[in-house]
């Protein structure tokens, strides 16, 4: 059975930075895609950033430049390193998994406040 935690998450000011850890149980590389989504109190889950099997990855626009997708295969982990966070961007951040079926992780918060 697949599983996914996510670890990483914290309190951090404005301009901060944090890395998140996404720890499967399974070789990643049997994924399509893995990648990390957030939800923010009171709105929809949104999509992050991904890393496909390739290696190549994509991110939404409000993170470019800022957040970094990474995966370390040998210990099946991916991770997002963030950096000048906005106290806009407190969520909880969940990683995802597929391969012909999307495998969740149970989310770790993350808090942007002064």
């Known amino acids: 059975q697949v599983q996914l935690v996510e670890s990483g998450g914290g309190l951090v000011r404005p301009g901060g930075s944090l890395r998140l850890s996404c720890a499967a149980s399974?070789?990643?590389?049997?994924?399509?895609?893995m990648g990390w989504y957030r939800q923010a109190p009171g709105k929809q889950r949104e999509w992050v950033a991904t890393?496909?099997?390739?290696?190549?990855?994509a991110y939404a626009d409000s993170v470019k430049g800022r957040f970094t997708v990474s995966r370390d295969a040998a210990n099946n982990t991916m991770y997002l390193h963030m950096t000048s966070l906005k106290p806009e961007e407190t969520a909880v951040y969940y990683c995802?998994?597929?391969?012909?079926?999307?495998?969740w992780g149970q989310g770790t918060q993350v808090t942007v406040s002064s």
């Open positions: 890393i496909f099997n390739s290696g190549n990855t």
């Open positions: 995802r998994a597929y391969n012909s079926v999307f495998y």
């Open positions: 399974v070789n990643i590389l049997r994924f399509n895609t």
